[in-house]
Structures are given as C-alpha cells and as structure tokens.
C-alpha cells in the first residue's frame, strides 16, 4: 500500500490533524489496516476501496480501533485524491452510510466539502453528565446554560458539552484511562468541548480517548454533529454557516466551516489541507 500522509483544516502543515491516507487499499484485510494505522500513528488513516466511477468504500482506522466515520481523515483523503487526479466529487461508502465530498483545487490550495449522514441529537442523562464533568474536572456552574449538554450524531457520537469561558475551555486535564472507559460505556467516539465566541464563532477541543488520543486538533466528525445539534435545538437560525476554531491550545490550529442547511439532511463540513511529505 502507497501510504500517504495529510493535515486536514489546515493549509499549513503545522496545523491541523494529519491523518494517514491509501488511495487504493485493494486486496488489504482488516490486520493489515490496523497495522498500518499503528505504524502511521495519527490519530486516523482512511483507506479507499474502488467501486468504480468515483465510488468507494472507506475504512477509518486509529492506531488502537476501527470507527465508523472520521471527518479529519475525509477531509484529508479527498485532498490527496483531488491532488493525484483532479477536483471533483467523490461517494464514500463509509460504516456510517454515504458520504459525499466535493474538492476544488485554486493554485496550491486544496479545499474539501463533506456532506455528512443524517445527524441526530439524544439526552445526555444526568447521572452521565455528573460522571462526564467529574472525569473532566468540571462542575456544573463552567457550564454555558445557553447551550444545553446532549449527545449529537453525524455518524458517529458525540457529547456536547459547552463551557461558559474560553479560560475553562482552554484549562484541559483529565485521566484518559477513565474517560476511555466512560466512553466505551456509552460508544462515545470523542467529546466535543465547545466555547461560543459570537453567534457563528465557536472554539472546540475533543478528546478521543478511544483512539488513544488525549486532544484531537481538528475533529470534522464532531464539527458536523454540532452542526445537527445546533438546528436541532434551534441555536441558529437555519440555513446558517458557522466556524469552528479548534487545536489553538494544543499548537496546531485549525478551522473548520460548517454549514447547516435547513430541513433534515446532511451537515457540510469544509476545510482546506496540505502534504505532509
């Protein structure tokens, strides 16, 4: 296999999330998948499929686990494909469901279009919520009530959880073994930590512990489930586009653009990304 290497929601390669990507996986079995994935080391690594005529299906391993969806690695796969074989559209066939992703190329930018599945939202018990927060170090009064806790779906899950200062936001420190275990309880792919700056502005950090990773830089996957929440609840005025600044603790900034429309359907997700080679 032909192992590619990308940061996503970046044109930079100093900021983003990179993610491993294999064009053409053909002929690999789930061993070896994982195998690359833990040599390549990110927190994900997409490997393609050829159905034909610009269908694929797609895996999403992190060097610990295959998940369903990854919107980091998306992003990053249709980048490196649009760079080998031209902008245009791609059907991926993902564990999740389909998922569309369009690239435009302009000089040496790449930008990539994600349109997710159907995103859903679901309580956030209490008694869950005290065990997230304890886990976390927070309580209750760092909460945002604006933005009420709920679990949100956009392929895979998501609690959202928002803070009422960016000073809590940007005060991360947890015990990752227990927050893993919390998460593999309710099959939690990362949490999603949000600080709303203005109306449209919001900042994000999501652990993924179930990846084995303390701070994810950029998280598509969430980005487009808080997406879902936000007209679900009726935290924007729907069709909307939000931002979303994430990894700006951590050193490898990233934005990610968000556009809801109105309706039921699928959540876009846009970013740019660079070669990391």
């Not at 796969?77 to 902008?87: D, E, I, M, N, S």
């Not at 275990?181 to 600080?195: E, Y």
């Not at 980005?223 to 990894?247: I, S």
Request: aromatic content about 8%; overall charge negative.
């Amino acid at each position: 296999m032909e192992i590619l290497r990308y940061t996503a929601f970046s044109a930079d390669p100093s900021g983003g999330n990179p993610a491993g990507v294999v064009l053409d996986a053909t002929g690999a079995d789930d061993a070896s998948m994982q195998r690359v994935a833990a040599e390549v080391g990110y927190s994900e690594t997409a490997f393609l499929l050829p159905r034909g005529g610009g269908d694929f299906d797609v895996r999403y391993f992190s060097p610990q686990a295959e998940v369903a969806f990854c919107g980091h690695a998306t992003i990053a796969t249709a980048v490196a494909y649009a760079r080998r074989h031209g902008a245009g559209r791609l059907r991926l066939h993902t564990k999740a469901g389909l998922v569309e992703v369009g690239t435009a190329v302009d000089g040496d930018t790449v930008t990539a279009t994600l349109t997710s599945v159907a995103p859903r939202t679901a309580p956030l018990a209490d008694a869950d919520l005290a065990e997230l927060l304890a886990v976390l170090g927070w309580s209750a009064a760092d909460l945002d009530p604006a933005l009420p806790p709920r679990v949100a779906y956009a392929g895979v899950w998501h609690p959202v959880v928002a803070a009422a200062s960016r000073e809590r936001l940007a005060d991360l420190s947890y015990d990752l073994d227990a927050l893993a275990a919390l998460m593999a309880r309710h099959g939690w792919t990362t949490v999603d930590l949000v600080w709303r700056e203005s109306a449209t502005v919001f900042h994000a950090r999501n652990p993924f512990p179930p990846g084995g990773v303390y701070d994810d830089p950029a998280t598509g996957a969430a980005a487009a489930a808080f997406g879902g929440y936000l007209r679900e609840l009726g935290l924007v005025a729907a069709p909307a586009t939000v931002t979303v600044h994430q990894g700006h603790d951590m050193g490898r900034p990233s934005l990610l653009t968000v556009a809801i429309p109105a309706g039921t359907g699928g959540i876009d997700v846009t970013g740019t990304g660079v070669s990391l080679a």
